[in-house]
């Protein structure tokens, strides 16, 4: 996986490798972030495609945001056409590594004791199942919960929001209708996001199995999460929650910066992620007219052309190390587009927040936090200056939000391991111990049929309707004879 | 919680007091373990009944054992005599504590940060609610599932078998049966077990509640199992395993014992737990008499009258250092009654077992831990001198054992945390975070018809009825108007 999901295999990846484990990572040759990493070795693979294919998918997402202003049929086909070049995409850089036999053979020849992935594209997992070697899944979440049924994880609707919704965990009557159906639709989603994965897991593995077969090997999950951001749910004993993974992985920033973002009025902390550089030029001057109006120094990640007017309290870069900003004393805000990444160091820092959700599970998160009072949420189609200022000031200036955010950020910092540790812990555990096969659910064994007791249920209804039956007819016997009898007396 | 159901209480509140807590322990003035602690302030309370009572109480299980051979009505009768004496005792205990006005201001007035109890009898969780004060709660579970009602724990009968059952968790269909049957009297064995209870928490606490809501409260279930002892199944967030949270706390033999066990041949850890200090003559006399032809030394725990014909190499003991001789090299298996403190002993220090289960979860825990192939399972109460020494010539000889005995330990002591430290972090979590609300299901604010979404799915089929019965009515209209129209035309 790449872009933002790279950023927790990378940390794992490294500190196994620190730790004197040897660590291959493969990577396509062309990519949006992927790259050697310390302490790994790095093997890439040929794709037919080169960077400006890569570039140009980056870019869709600011095609994205105008086309929120178009008609509905035209919107619709616009997101169909983005749908359709992205998975073509995936697609393409999947079977690029799984039929590059001479790296296949070469990777079955190594024996490792088990691969780390990120399941979303299942990838990675379908080699694991080829090599026959324990997975380690780490992940935010597939959207249509195919992680969950893969591990047998109970997931209520009652009460567990699915993905899209922009539910919280407490829901009114009709917002529960509306999980259920959402929950209802989740095997066709899966159908619909994997049908491509299973015919390539078909193929690849040569065995009549699809995408939810080869997770449900998965030995451990680590969950970039924690009920900070996530609501309570249920979980399984291979589910480890790992979120913040990356909080503590900071330095000290840059000289020439940290003389930039001194000041008694502090600085903001801009950026919608490594998949969106730059934005529509209407919606940039909205920001940039917002900012000239706020105390504030604003550093905003922005690699598309600079426009003219950027006034003296807005710093534009192509890389902010985001971290060690929001971790620094000065920082009053993060605008952030709620990619869990990002959410998770604001969190870890107490910074309070302005989301501007942009797709996948950003809206969902953006929810989540601003129910939780530590920043509020604003739509980025339609942002217009006096919306932004009000957002800013009141996240800045309301001593309500700095004070939900630090009342979550001590329970995000507060657990027995740090997550990073935490998951090497977990993936060694793994490799110690063959799979760990121990931790798996026997509910994993059982059709859905068997696992609701379908089949005892009908079979105790049999039993109770012929119990009752019988009974009735006894009876019927019993009042006939006697009042014949009665009659007969008479 | 008297009896072993202290161990475990008294190891996380003599932890928290060694690291600067003010701990205070409240306990009877009579009982059968409880005790003075260190680094703990305890404070008793009188009870209207003397040490003879509860000595009196222990030694029933004597008689139980008994009454195996008696015949089926007068067993019963027995059963249900002990169980009235034994489920009247512990009222008498609480009554004593809950109205002991005195002691309960005196309580309140101390501000509290949390209450660390085990809820198997709920004394300690109502003293919470009337506190205001969030609770710990320690325990291995309550047989009636009503720890896991009050969590909102998913537990599918189809893989997750229940108390007393004796199911692993992969069930045949008649095993699933059995599971769901047992599973649907549940609720109606909890309304036994707490009935009283349930009226005493009325008058105790002056509002309507019974036991299920007062458990409802509790902010953490520290657990004391793991994934080798119980199968994998759902765990809430607010559910923490602790299994083996004594494996650890050992000390050197004393010298005069270490002489005794030392040989070539080992020795032979045996004891029923702190319940069971003595056994029926005749069946003591199998024991003796199958210990004269091993070459194993053997240390029993035993406090009734010795007998006369004690062989050299047994030893009676009223007290055994059983963690420490089970982690000594000589060890070479374990006679155990299957609590699970014992089994944890055993599985820690990686000794096979000779499990004699006689009550409660002991049953389970024995046949679980056969299921891996870790010991063998015998009847006490048919017990024979062969059968004995062909259990134990199969553990001590039969290599199988010991390895299967080993990979359970390492997956047993392999965790990021020990139970003691990862019990006393979360205890101190609680007090850290008020409670640690966030860690609460918002299942539990649901009835259970809404839980399960029977008031949508109710709503689903309405609707889908409706749509049904429109089309088909208006089909049925076109089709009329159709033929109609065409009958005219013809």
Request: proline share 6%; hydrophobic share 45%; charged share 20%.
């Amino acid at each position: 996986m790449d872009g933002s999901h790279w950023v927790g295999v990378k940390a794992i990846a490294e500190e196994m490798g620190r730790r004197g484990h040897q660590v291959t990572v493969v990577i396509p040759e062309v990519s949006m972030r992927l790259g050697p990493s310390s302490h790994c070795r790095t093997v890439s693979y040929p794709v037919p495609y080169g960077q400006e294919t890569v570039d140009m998918l980056m870019d869709k997402h600011k095609d994205n945001i105008r086309a929120a202003t178009l008609p509905l049929v035209e919107r619709m086909t616009h997101h169909m056409a983005n749908i359709q070049s992205v998975s073509s995409f995936i697609l393409t850089t999947a079977e690029s590594l799984l039929f590059n036999t001479t790296l296949i053979t070469s990777l079955e020849q190594q024996g490792f004791d088990a691969v780390l992935t990120d399941p979303l594209v299942p990838t990675g997992s379908l080699i694991a199942r080829r090599l026959g070697v324990p997975s380690v899944c780490l992940l935010r979440g597939i959207p249509c919960g195919l992680d969950l049924a893969a591990a047998a994880c109970p997931s209520p609707p009652s009460y567990v929001p699915r993905f899209f919704t922009r539910y919280t965990h407490s829901m009114s009557f009709p917002q529960r209708v509306g999980n259920v159906l959402v929950s209802l639709v989740e095997p066709l989603l899966c159908r619909l996001l994997y049908w491509r994965f299973d015919q390539l897991a078909n193929r690849f593995l040569g065995e009549d199995v699809g995408v939810a077969e080869v997770l449900a090997d998965t030995a451990l999950w680590l969950l970039r999460y924690d009920f900070t951001l996530e609501f309570p749910r249920p979980l399984m004993p291979n589910m480890v929650l790992v979120g913040g993974i990356n909080c503590h992985i900071r330095n000290p920033l840059a000289q020439e910066l940290e003389q930039w973002v001194s000041g008694d009025h502090g600085f903001i902390v801009f950026s919608l992620g490594s998949m969106v550089s730059s934005l529509p030029e209407d919606i940039t001057q909205v920001f940039l007219r917002a900012f000239t109006l706020i105390p504030q120094k604003v550093l905003w990640r922005y690699t598309g052309p600079v426009p003219g007017n950027v006034p003296d309290n807005v710093k534009m870069m192509k890389w902010l190390p985001q971290n060690d900003l929001l971790a620094h004393r000065g920082a009053r805000a993060f605008l952030t587009h709620s990619g869990t990444h990002g959410l998770y160091e604001g969190v870890c820092h107490a910074v309070p927040m302005v989301m501007l959700p942009l797709f996948g599970d950003q809206p969902d998160n953006a929810q989540r936090l601003a129910s939780k009072g530590v920043g509020v949420v604003l739509d980025i189609k339609h942002v217009t200056v006096e919306t932004l200022l009000q957002a800013l000031d009141n996240v800045v200036n309301n001593p309500r939000y700095k004070s939900s955010v630090l009342k979550l950020s001590a329970i995000h910092k507060d657990h027995p391991v740090d997550p990073l540790e935490l998951s090497v812990y977990w993936t060694e555990f793994v490799m110690r111990h063959k799979g760990a096969g121990h931790l798996r659910a026997a509910a994993q064994d059982l059709n859905w049929f068997q696992y609701h007791s379908l089949d005892v249920i009908g079979l105790l209804i049999v039993v109770a309707m012929a119990v009752v039956m019988v009974t009735l007819k006894c009876l019927s016997l019993c009042v006939r004879r006697f009042t014949t009898r009665k009659t007969k007396q008479d």
